[in-house]
């Protein structure tokens, strides 16, 4: 019973909220008429989302599986599309047609999940990949709100970032847990730091190589520091070694002092987080509207739907948790953090009981980067750190990151099934 | 197989990045409790302006429902009457501020009760986009007459419930358009007549003889006279200095008592009066009839500015007692006088706000008639009340007598050494329905009785057929 009640809060969020939001747009009681039944037209959607939350949940259940990650990533979707339909109404439907897509895949990962992991054996081909999808966007890419990460294929948009934090996750999870043993053992010494060969380190320092790239010429900032940060915290993960912890701080300030240096955008933007109040209607627009949404929300908020989160620009996808600051206040923010936190915590539980190293690796990295990748943005929005475009992983609007962060939720959840030999 | 040390490297990111997002979750409430508040009311931050103009600023009507002022469904407020109820409505812009019930009822109009944007969806059940309606007292009708029939000249025109207080009509020209104020905005102020001035409340004259009710109330009061007690009038009083005042159009009243003398507004009785009353017992007068006190609230009225008592000369104490000196009175100072005979020595509070309703027809409060101050003995103010009447009946008045209605009154024709004398009529009515008062100034119109009195006779019938 515990697992189906997890899910009666997510379920109860999108209809309460979808339903305060229709009685608003239609407040007078008694007429119904062709144009209001209009505006319901989401209502197939919204029934099939619900009816497939179920059958995932009673899969996960028959195959068991953990219960508990999904209603939570469901309760952060639920929160995200009630949002999006009260921040953009046309995007309501197509954010649940993207939620629904998603669990279809996460569905058919789980079921070919024997398949992927085999994967986990060819680190260098996952390598490989992962080098071929990340220079994508930066040799063909297009450009959409300031960064360079999208490829166009016809009708559709896709960040190949979001699909590379998963092949990356893969890759580092292959390589190091094939390679730990011997990037831990110290042979050389630099000053006070032992290193391994530099042909062991090699591939890591592609990785964040690729993720300078990413940053000065694809300008994603968000994902240059969502992979260079999951690489890090992985070696560490997978050795224990502090050399790397050290040794990678000293490469980000390296590089971040050189791109300063070099580079326009980058001194732009470093001086916009330190002071944006110097140009508040210029550069820092975004920031300075996002922090005025915070503030005006204050500790309860101004109550769902009753906000003016739409003076921020692209408020529905990078700017979401703003939104959420201001019409559910530091309450309905701090409960959606803490969702990120259960999660996170959720996934390093299940990464713990796995049995193989790449498996815990991939668990545990898995979780690190949803947590990781909340936290990028949330410091962003609220200019704890130097603002990034990335999404929030759930809440936020879009296909590709919806797609890709239920497909690394399937691949946590195949991890987690008991009671079999992984 | 995972071994020991590996699960403890997971464990120890774990915990370490789990340290950092709670650092977040510090950072954010910082953000949002700390900072919030100034924040929030950044000039920067348009949230607060949104907020406002979300809502719908409620409707203002007058007592029989006709709506004064709206806002349209293109967010346009329109007022229905325009310049004939500008007085009353006022105006309400972004730029310009506001005036009138606009301005003293806007958190009304705007369903604000407090500033609640920040308590999240409790404030809902405190504010729907739509403000509350604001019920008048104002009669539309007779307001429409008040102000036709004060067209062409300056002036204003008063009419109260003598009862209740409740203001049924408050018209002053000349006036404004509020519909097109924002336009008219800098040719408005720089206009010399003063259209934005609402004269009724705010517009500063010398009362003339339409205050010698209060000082025959004074004199008796006081014991410097009795009912009985007979003055010769030869149409000069000697006020010493080598000064002295005369009657209007240099009448000669000879042997009357104090109530012929109200009835023909004799100065030199009057004149006389002021000189024995002196000083103390005048400014004493003018203060227990509420001259040295302002109004607030949804009727704003300025204080009085009286003579320097203490110091008067005794010229300067008969013309204070005839209206003139430096005394200069609001015609809704002189409404309040005209109250306390016709409601028996009581003044009730003005008031126009009869009601606040919310958009859903909720009553939220609902206007208490309230006894301002009881200026006078019943006694005392049937006595006054009797001349009154007998100055409509055979005196200054006669022009205001209206067949059916007994009708009181007191004229006034004040000097104001810028031309024409402003011609004053303040006084009450008995109506089927109501006791009315009313008080009239016709800025330099000449004599009160000839052209102020006919302004009472024409609202007294307008409200004889509204009966």
Same mark, same amino acid.
């Given at each position: 019973?515990?697992? /189906? ?15 305060t939001?229709?009685?608003?747009a ?12 209009l ?5 197939p ?10 059958i ?13 990650l ?19 109404p ?17 569905l ?11 994967s986990?054996?060819y ?24 960064? =360079? ?34 990037l ?7 000053l ?14 592609s ?14 900032l ?6 260079f ?6 070696t560490?993960m ?34 916009? /987080? ?6 508040p209607?210029?550069m ?5 509207q996002s ?8 500790? /309860?908020?101004?109550?769902f ?9 692209e408020?529905?996808?990078?700017f979401?948790?703003?939104a ?8 309905g ?8 936190a259960?999660?996170f /915590? ?11 190293? =790449? ?9 690190t980067?949803?947590?990781?990748q ?5 410091s ?14 759930f ?12 497909l690394l939720?399937g691949?946590?959840?195949?991890l ?7 | ?5 590996l ?17 977040l ?12 508040? $100034?924040?929030?009311?950044?000039p ?7 907020a ?6 409620? &409707? ?11 806002t349209?469904?293109?967010g346009?407020?329109?007022?229905t009457?325009g ?25 009304a109009?705007?369903?604000?009760t ?16 739509r403000?509350n ?6 009669d539309?009708?007779l307001?429409k ?10 002036g204003a ?21 509020p ?6 905005w $800098? ?24 205050i ?8 008796l009061?006081?014991g410097?006279?009795?009912e ?8 000069i ?9 005369h009657?209007?159009?240099?009448? #000669? ?6 109530r012929q ?8 009785t ?11 017992r ?13 109004l607030?609230?949804? #009727?704003?009225?300025e ?9 008067l000369?005794?010229?300067d ?6 209206g003139?000196? &430096?005394l ?9 006088l005209?109250d ?7 003044v009730?509070?003005?008031y ?13 409060s ?9 200026v ?13 009447a007998? #100055?409509?009946k055979?005196g200054?008045g ?5 067949k059916?209605?007994r #009708?009181?009154?007191?004229?006034g024709?004040?000097?104001n050494g ?8 303040i ?9 009315i ?5 016709v800025?330099?119109g ?10 009472a ?11």
């Amino acid at each position: 019973m515990k697992s /189906w009640s997890l899910l009666v809060p997510p379920i109860g969020i999108l209809i309460f909220g979808l339903s305060t939001l229709y009685l608003k747009a239609h407040p007078i009681v008694g007429t119904i008429d062709a144009s209001s039944l209009l505006g319901l037209s989401y209502l197939p959607w919204l029934f099939s989302v619900i009816v497939l939350s179920l059958i995932v949940q009673a899969i996960l259940i028959r195959r068991h599986l953990d219960t508990m990650l999904f209603p939570i990533a469901l309760m952060l979707a639920s929160v995200g599309v009630v949002e999006i339909a009260r921040l953009d109404p046309p995007l309501l439907v197509a954010q649940l047609r993207w939620l629904l897509i998603a669990m279809v895949l996460m569905l058919v990962l789980i079921r070919m999940f024997p398949l992927v992991k085999q994967s986990l054996q060819y680190p260098y081909i996952l390598g490989l990949c992962c080098l071929v999808v990340l220079l994508l966007p930066i040799l063909f890419g297009t450009e959409i709100g300031g960064s =360079r990460n999208w490829i166009v294929l016809g009708p559709f948009s896709v960040q190949p970032s979001e699909f590379g934090k998963i092949l990356i996750l893969f890759f580092l999870a292959a390589y190091l847990s094939e390679h730990r043993r011997v990037l831990s053992l110290p042979v050389k010494r630099f000053l006070f730091l032992k290193m391994p060969p530099l042909r062991f380190i090699a591939p890591l320092i592609s990785i964040w190589g690729i993720a300078v790239l990413m940053f000065v010429v694809s300008r994603d900032l968000g994902s240059a520091l969502l992979f260079f940060g999951i690489a890090v915290i992985m070696t560490y993960m997978a050795t224990g070694s502090k050399s790397y912890l050290f040794v990678a701080t000293a490469f980000i300030l390296v590089a971040g002092a050189l791109s300063y240096l070099l580079f326009n955008h980058v001194r732009v933007r470093f001086q916009v /987080w330190l002071n944006p109040w110097q140009d508040p209607n210029g550069m820092a627009y975004q920031i300075v509207q996002s922090l005025f949404s915070i503030g005006t929300g204050g500790v /309860w908020g101004t109550g769902f739907g009753f906000g003016h989160p739409g003076f921020i620009p692209e408020v529905h996808t990078d700017f979401i948790f703003s939104a959420i600051a201001e019409e559910l206040g530091l309450v309905g923010a701090l409960m959606l953090m803490t969702c990120y936190a259960c999660f996170f /915590w959720r996934g390093t539980q299940i990464a713990l009981r796995c049995r193989m190293d =790449r498996e815990v690796l991939t668990a545990a990295g898995g979780s690190t980067l949803f947590l990781m990748q909340a936290f990028i943005i949330i410091s962003g929005v609220t200019k704890f750190l130097p603002l990034t475009g990335i999404t929030l992983p759930f809440v936020s609007y879009g296909g590709s990151s919806m797609v890709a962060s239920f497909l690394l939720l399937g691949i946590i959840l195949s991890l987690s099934r008991r009671g079999e030999d992984g | 197989m995972a071994d020991h040390t590996l699960k403890r490297y997971v464990l120890q990111a774990a915990a370490a990045s789990l340290v950092l997002f709670a650092l977040l979750y510090v950072y954010v409430a910082y953000v949002a409790v700390w900072q919030g508040p $100034k924040l929030a009311q950044n000039p920067l931050n348009q949230r607060g302006a949104a907020a406002r103009a979300d809502i719908t600023r409620g &409707t203002i009507v007058d007592c029989n429902g006709v709506v004064l002022a709206e806002t349209q469904s293109d967010g346009v407020r329109h007022y229905t009457m325009g310049e004939v109820m500008a007085p009353v409505t006022g105006y309400n812009g972004e730029r310009i501020g506001s005036a009138g019930i606009e301005g003293t009822e806007n958190r009304a109009l705007l369903g604000l009760t407090e500033d609640m944007s920040r308590i999240g969806p409790i404030s809902q059940l405190f504010q729907s986009d739509r403000g509350n309606d604001v019920e008048l007292t104002i009669d539309s009708r007779l307001q429409k007459i008040a102000y036709d029939e004060l067209e062409g000249h300056r002036g204003a025109v008063l009419v109260m419930d003598a009862e209740t207080g409740a203001i049924l009509a408050m018209a002053s020209t000349p006036s404004y358009d509020p519909n097109q104020i924002e336009a008219e905005w $800098k040719e408005l102020n720089a206009q010399s007549d003063g259209p934005l001035l609402n004269r009724a409340v705010q517009g500063m004259y010398p009362p003339g003889s339409s205050i010698k009710p209060m000082i025959a109330d004074a004199a008796l009061t006081d014991g410097v006279t009795t009912e009985n007690e007979r003055f010769d009038c030869n149409g000069i009083l000697d006020v010493g200095g080598g000064f002295s005042i005369h009657d209007y159009n240099g009448e #000669v009243h000879g042997q009357i008592n104090l109530r012929q003398a109200l009835i023909e507004s004799c100065n030199v009785t009057f004149g006389t009066l002021g000189m024995r009353l002196g000083d103390d017992r005048l400014k004493k007068a003018y203060e227990r009839f509420g001259f040295t006190e302002s109004l607030m609230g949804d #009727v704003v009225m300025e204080r009085a500015h009286l003579p320097a008592f203490g110091s008067l000369a005794q010229g300067d104490q008969a013309q204070s007692a005839i209206g003139q000196s &430096t005394l200069l009175v609001t015609p809704m100072q002189m409404l309040l006088l005209a109250d306390a005979y016709a409601n028996n020595g009581k003044v009730m509070r003005p008031y126009l706000v009869d009601s606040v309703i919310s958009a859903n027809g909720v009553v939220l409060s609902k206007a208490l008639p309230e006894t301002w101050r009881t200026v006078t003995t019943p006694d005392m103010a049937s006595t006054i009340d009797a001349y009154m009447a007998d #100055v409509v009946k055979s005196g200054t008045g006669r022009l205001a007598a209206t067949k059916g209605v007994r #009708v009181t009154g007191k004229t006034g024709t004040a000097e104001n050494g810028q031309g024409k004398d402003h011609a004053w009529f303040i006084g009450s009515a008995e109506l089927p329905k109501q006791k009315i008062v009313f008080a009239i100034i016709v800025e330099h119109g000449g004599s009160g009785g000839r052209v102020a009195a006919p302004i009472a006779k024409r609202l007294i019938q307008t409200m004889l057929m509204d009966t």
